[in-house]
DNA sequence: GCAGCGTGGTTCAGTGAATGAACCGGGACG
DNA sequence: CGTCCCGGTTCATTCACTGAACCACGCTGC
């Protein structure tokens, strides 16, 4: 976002927040990292972002320790996992107001197939679920496609838990 | 955003909300309003945005249904009051992450002063905390400003419920 | 050895959006 | 009638995003 770091922004959390992960793209990319993707030419796919763009981005959040280069690619930090709750937060705004039909991607405890509430806690056992004990899948909402897609859109769109790495 | 509405992102949530209030600045705007800020004037001087894009991203806003105009200016909808756990998740993360010094603004239940958790449950009485039933004020990592700020920045960093409109 | 290919980028010109400063118009006030 | 406040609009400049082409490296098969 690159907000001009404002002596009236200085205590403004949300500001600082946004100047890390408020850029277009950026939220995508660490929502498709939960899904599991980790590879650049995976990200720029699936997103269908211009490369540059991707590089641009990615090479910013592992400067500021959201992801993690390593041998298989680009990985979430503690501190981009600790920004499930706010991608999970706009994701049910978004379902909530633009798909009439039902979320598009439910969310579960891996363990005894509870959903989850708007808190994060599962339904079934009353607990708060950790992000790698959560499973997404296709709700109600979701709109299958007609034309199989590649690959790694078929695994994202099995149940799968976060954070699972996508291997071929 | 503008996000091409790609139909590899029909089917994510994130990608429709980042669509509405992904745009540089767009939660920003949010934030203020939650804090009370109505004015067109307000807005620019308390975010310093350019008028231009100011009046550009309100009358979007208008038009999805997050804001609506009355006779004193701009007040959130419910849907856009919606977006408060969005809000609160991404200033939290701020929080954890870029001051070493404890979070800004502190959230309570106005009714017996309880913190909230990272839920938006009342520490005190175990509730879910409404929207209109929340407290803001400064916490322990708040900068205060030396040179006293106009009346507006004054009003926002007193102890004040959320929407509570601004009053000079 | 080398041709092909998959992967992870970089380069670069074109374009569209954000910026900021100046300007505008209506209403309230005196 | 003049002035100020308020909520914008206009416009030239700058900037970032885009998309397509290109590049480098390592692996595989022949």
Do not use: C, N
């Given at each position: 976002m690159a907000l001009p770091s404002t002596y009236a922004d200085r205590n403004c959390s949300l500001a600082r927040a946004l100047e890390v992960v408020?850029?277009?793209?950026?939220?995508?990319?660490?929502?498709?990292?939960?899904?599991?993707?980790?590879?650049?030419?995976?990200?720029?796919?699936?997103?269908?972002?211009?490369?540059?763009?991707?590089?641009?981005?990615?090479?910013?959040l592992v400067?500021?320790?959201?992801?993690?280069?390593?041998?298989?690619?680009?990985?979430?930090?503690?501190?981009?996992?600790?920004?499930?709750?706010?991608?999970?937060?706009?994701?049910?705004?978004?379902?909530?107001?633009?798909?009439?039909?039902?979320v598009k991607r439910a969310l579960r405890h891996d363990a005894d197939g509870g959903l989850l509430d708007a808190q994060g806690r599962c339904e079934q056992c009353g607990s708060l679920v950790e992000v790698p004990e959560t499973r997404i899948e296709p709700g109600p909402g979701f709109q299958p496609t007609v034309t199989d897609p590649d690959l790694v859109s078929q695994a994202m769109n099995q149940p799968r838990r976060l954070l699972d790495p996508i291997k071929l």
């Open positions: 408020g850029e277009r793209w950026t939220l995508l990319i660490v929502r498709d990292a939960f899904y599991g993707v980790r590879r650049f030419g995976d990200f720029a796919t699936q997103l269908g972002i211009p490369r540059a763009s991707l590089t641009t981005r990615l090479k910013a400067e500021e320790g959201v992801f993690e280069r390593d041998v298989d690619g680009y990985t979430l930090t503690p501190k981009g996992i600790a920004l499930w709750p706010t991608v999970r937060a706009l994701m049910a705004w978004g379902d909530v107001h633009y798909s009439p039909a039902g």
